[in-house]
């Protein structure tokens, strides 16, 4: 069974302050997803890393896919009110049956503070 | 634009009940998935349509549960005499394309709670 652990669970900082979320599998993945749901609301795409070691930059987010595909980070900059919300990473991969299928993490949830 | 829609937003059902969920995915979308979310938790998969196939349903907790997708665009979750361990947000999302990755959009959910 694929797992992916995200850390922190929870995690309540001041507006400004820098933070970094970390998902971690012991699986390999082909691709790799973060999102940001609010209550109420579905999880709304952050970005796609496809391959290992990429990063991508979303004005203050930084995404980093792990050297062997494996592991991924969210890094925010200056933090916001905004920002706050339930993170969550997802990692893709083809099935037996053919078909390609994302597992979810277990969620970091931020509070920004103003 | 038209994102996915889903109802109803909320349910209570008792017990044994047998309800239905309904998902309107992105017109023209390909792909639906059906995701099971616990309070505070990363969504579960429960099942994918490509068109009206229903390819993986390898996430259904149970045979209570069932999905279709009879003419390739609208989607029903069904649950049949639902248990409380049923009460959770099921969340719908619809993709253009078939195969990964693919960006998924997701619906508002429905919050089922069973009394």
Redesign the interface.
Known sequence: TQLLEQSPQFLSIQEGENLTVYCNSSSVFSSLQWYRQEPGEGPVLLVTVVTGGEVKKLKRLTFQFGDARKDSSLHITAAQPGDTGLYLCAGGSSTTSGTYKYIFGTGTRLKVLA | GAG?SQSPRYKVAKRGQDVALRCDPISGHVSLFW?QQAL??????LT?F?NEAQ??KSGLPSDRFFAERPEGSVSTLKIQRTQQEDSAVY?C?SSAIA???????????TRLTVT
Do not use: C, K, N, T
């Open positions: 996915v995701y505070g938790q990363g969504p579960e998969f994918y490509q390819l993986d969340l999302a195969g990964g990755p693919y960006e998924q959009y997701f619906g508002p959910g």
